[in-house]
């Protein structure tokens, strides 16, 4: 984290909601092996663009869908053909820095992009502890428990603040089928 400070250093990253058919959100619990927050309940999947010509495409966001793409079969096992790069829909952007350990943290620019569909998991142990779908209550549930520390249990830093700032609403679009309507891409929100 000291070299984030001093240098301000910051990379582009990716955050992927996957819905299934019953509107319930897969969420995973990450690694105890992950070098940043480890065993932390997060969105369903979230890391970095890598830096390869299919990954750093701008148009239409492409570069972020396919590397969302790849990170999902990597973590969870999701093959390509159940989540197709152009079922993505990118909903906005923001920036954020969250220290993980006092060594390490994350300063990102991240995309989030939703996406609904009913995939097949088989997911990597290297990657991932747990995985479970959940509904808006049981969401709800969750975050009550980690606000009160209940079984040890903590949420990433970015879905907090997704789940803060915007989950919600656009889950009320995901149910309506009018994600696009939330689009707002040109917008880099900064959170905290």
């Known amino acids: 984290m000291e070299k984030i400070e001093s240098e301000n250093l910051l990379h582009r990253a990716f955050s992927v909601f996957l ?46 869908r396919n590397a969302a793409q790849r990170k999902l079969l990597d973590e969870l096992g999701i093959p390509a053909e159940d989540v197709p790069v152009d079922q993505f829909t990118p909903l906005g952007r923001m920036l954020y820095k969250a220290p993980s350990d006092g060594k390490w943290g994350e300063h990102e620019l991240d995309y989030l992009l939703f996406i609904v569909r009913d995939v097949k998991l088989l997911p990597n142990p290297d990657e991932v502890a747990d995985v479970k779908y959940v509904s808006r209550e049981q969401l709800k549930e969750l975050i009550s428990k980690a606000d009160a520390g209940e079984d040890g249990l903590k949420l990433s830093p970015w879905f907090r603040l997704v789940v803060d700032n915007f989950l919600m609403g656009w889950w009320d679009h995901v149910e309506k089928g009018t994600l696009s309507e939330a689009i707002d891409m040109e917008t880099i929100h900064k959170l905290k």
């Not at 058919?21 to 070098?35: D, G, I, M, P």
């Not at 940043?36 to 492409?62: D, M």
């Open 19 to 64: 819905f299934n058919s019953k509107y319930e959100l897969l969420l995973q619990q990450r690694s105890a092996t992950k070098v940043t927050f480890p065993l932390v309940w997060t969105n369903t999947c979230c890391s970095h663009p890598l830096y390869r010509e299919s990954e750093l495409i701008q148009e239409n966001y492409l570069g972020v």
